[in-house]
């Protein structure tokens, strides 16, 4: 490689403090440095929590991010301590599922991003949240996210 595409970061690396909420948080991206081929990218958060904003109790969620990245990746640590950001954040499912996709693609301009966010019961029910920015490049495997829906116990 000639050159060091991973020279700008600032958490990579280095100790870094747990951002206090999503606004605080900051998101890196690298250049990809397979540009011009397409494959998909897969982030799995299966414990993300975040607060309920009428009731402050924890919500409870399993995260699967796929994109097709563009120019750039999202440098892992960094996607890391986004999502643990949202810990002492109060907002809705929908909310924090689509935030997250729109702060992505707004950082990333990836060819195509889709989220799902499988939300825990929380009076007895589950919700899921998608979201995707259209359909997925031709080309490209896209692996279907199987995550089997909430079943309780047993």
Known sequence: MTQNIYKDLTQLGSETNMPSNPDDAFLEKVKNPNYGDDYMVRF???EFT????MTSQPDF??????YVPDKYLVESKSLKLYLFSFRNHGAFHESCTVDIAKK????????WLRIGGYWYPRGGIPIDVFYQTGEPPKNVWIKEQDVPTYRGRG
């Not at 975040?50 to 904003?53: E, G, K, Q």
């Not at 969620?61 to 796929?66: K, N, S």
């Not at 992505?104 to 060819?111: D, N, Q």
């Open 44 to 46: 799995t958060c299966p």
């Open 61 to 66: 969620a399993h995260l699967t991010i796929d």
């Open 104 to 111: 992505l693609v707004e950082l990333l301009a990836p060819k």
């Open 50 to 53: 975040s607060l309920c904003p």
